[in-house]
């Protein structure tokens, strides 16, 4: 069973710093595209970053320069450093894992796609 555990999340005030893990498990290869996801209660969930097993990163226009992620790929793990956060970070954070080859499973094609459970993130002014 493919799982994604997630770790890191917590309240910080303003202007600090959070590392969010996320590490993959049940695959016998890698994603191809890891990431993190937000949610805010009432609004639909956003992209915050994504990167590939090549180390090709993508980030919401809005928190480029704070945000940084990066990958194990030996360890099937990704990373968020936020920093300088802002109460408007505050959301759940979800890690997403997606595979458009098959590799995951130790196949020659297929998709395979994941979420994590999420971690909270409150940013207190």
């Known amino acids: 069973q493919v799982q994604l555990a997630e770790s890191g999340g917590g309240l910080v005030q303003a202007g600090g710093s959070l590392r969010l893990s996320c590490t993959a498990s049940?695959?016998?290869?890698?994603?191809?595209?890891m990431g993190w996801y937000r949610q805010v209660p009432g609004k639909e969930r956003e992209l915050v970053a994504t990167?590939?097993?090549?180390?090709?990163?993508d980030y919401a226009d809005s928190l480029k320069g704070r945000f940084t992620i990066s990958r194990d790929n030996y360890k099937n793990a990704v990373y968020l450093q936020m920093n300088s956060l802002k109460p408007e970070d505050t959301a759940v954070y979800y890690c997403?894992?997606?595979?458009?080859?098959?590799?995951?499973?130790?196949?020659?094609?297929?998709?395979?796609?994941?979420w994590g459970q999420g971690t909270l993130v409150t940013v207190s002014s």
């Open positions: 990167i590939t097993n090549g180390g090709l990163t």
């Open positions: 049940g695959i016998v290869g890698s994603f191809n595209v």
């Open positions: 997403n894992a997606r595979d458009t080859t098959g590799q995951a499973m130790g196949l020659t094609a297929g998709y395979l796609e994941a």
